[in-house]
């Protein structure tokens, strides 16, 4: 008698190829998602004896699913220009957390939710490094990344200047020449420091570096002096020494840190920056390396992951996204909502920045698109239908033996 259980069999496994080519195409569009093949494999065998040459006569059972593989190759990158979304080029997996729940995922379209944290689209936080002081520490626990709109980047105190400037050589003895320049204590306040240029020989000027007195605690009249000297300059108006000068301001009247400031001479090649060469004195530039205290205005994803911040005040390296790897991916459980989870089988996750070890790097404004293949899915979607039929045939082909069987002794 026919076997029923060898074309349901088929029939079983057909069906679920069919429903992983259905989940491919109704997956075409999702972010990042990862195209999966069903794979087929026999059953036991029953022995019915032997041939002439000793040889075993088996009939087969049936076939079965063995597995539902995923393929993991990168999408295709498409720009979207929003700063939160990001695509990974390459290994990798972001590291995003629900409660206490570790997942990963490839998916980037990311958003920020009411505090500011960066998740995903079901509201997972994204793992990654801390910054401080636009220094990421990759050493520590990973940390959910937080990147307010209006966040505070602390001010930085200005601990050297530099001024290029030319003092005029038809200057008469007893000449002067004012320029200034602004600086910021350690509260992130503002003050301009007034340079006086006096020309006490040929090729010697003096020089008073000046605060407001109001700023200084204990100041009288105007301006209070924090630093005075001269400086040389040779036959061709270069300046024969370029030790830098130091300026030290106590006793700041907001209550700030007491400051000490190198005033540079010379740029880094050692040529000076103050001249006395024919022509009207002036300033042409200076530069501190000071500045208040700012907020976040936006921010920008690079490929190794670290994320720089825009604020009002300049730009500073805010926190660093992380990127997990496993040993066997195949060996991943798919949790839904474009996640997955670690197993036994999969190996625990190897977490690093982007770009180290075998780890991809990142497209910021970017997402990774799904790499189901359309047109594969067609044929394939065809193959497996035909399998369904031919499995059909079967069951009514047996059916109709059946019937006859039963017919015989009638």
């Known amino acids: 008698m026919p076997n029923f259980s060898i074309p349901l069999s088929g029939l079983s496994a057909c069906d679920t190829a069919l429903a992983t080519i259905s989940n491919n195409l109704a997956n075409l569009n999702t972010t990042a998602y990862k195209d999966a093949t069903a794979s087929f494999q026999d059953l036991f065998y029953q022995l019915m004896g032997t041939n002439g040459a000793g040889d075993m006569m088996q009939v087969g059972g049936g076939a079965t699913v063995n597995a539902i593989s995923s393929n993991f190759k990168s999408g295709s990158v498409q720009d979207t220009g929003v700063s939160t979304d990001v695509s990974i080029t390459g290994n990798g997996f972001y590291v995003v957390q629900d409660g206490s729940n570790l997942y990963y995922t490839r998916a980037g379209n990311f958003t920020q939710d009411k505090d500011g944290y960066l998740v995903t689209a079901d509201g997972y936080k994204v793992m990654g490094y801390p910054a401080v002081g636009g220094v990421v520490n990759t050493t520590g626990g990973l940390q959910a990344i937080q990147l307010p709109m209006g966040m505070t980047n602390p001010p930085v105190q200005t601990t050297t200047m530099s001024i290029n400037a030319n003092l005029s050589s038809a200057t008469a003895t007893g000449g002067t020449y004012d320029t200034s320049i602004t600086v910021y204590d350690s509260l992130g306040t503002s003050h301009v420091l007034s340079i006086d240029f006096t020309e006490n020989s040929t090729g010697n000027w003096g020089y008073t570096v000046t605060v407001p007195s109001s700023e200084v605690t204990g100041g009288t009249g105007t301006n209070t002096t924090v630093a005075t000297g001269t400086l040389s300059f040779d036959s061709s108006g270069q300046l024969t020494s370029t030790t830098p000068i130091s300026l030290s301001i106590p006793n700041l009247a907001d209550g700030a840190a007491n400051m000490s400031i190198s005033w540079a001479l010379a740029n880094s090649s050692g040529t000076g920056l103050v001249t006395q060469v024919a022509g009207a004195s002036g300033t042409s530039a200076t530069s501190q390396n000071g500045y208040t205290s700012g907020s976040l ?102 059916d109709q033996i059946a019937q006859d069987t039963i017919n015989l002794i009638r």
């Open 297 to 398: 205005n936006s921010f920008t994803i690079n490929a190794d992951g670290t994320i720089d911040g825009t604020f009002t005040n300049g730009s500073q390296v805010v926190g660093q996204m992380a990127l997990a790897n496993f040993a066997n991916l195949q060996g991943l459980s798919k949790e839904g909502n474009n996640t997955y989870a670690a197993t036994i089988n999969s190996g625990a996750a190897v977490v690093g920045a982007p770009g180290t070890s075998s780890l991809g790097t990142l497209v910021g404004g970017a997402l990774e698109l799904s790499n189901v293949d359309m047109s594969t899915e067609f044929s394939n979607l065809i193959v497996a239908e035909r399998g369904y039929q031919a499995n059909a045939k079967s069951v009514t082909t047996f």
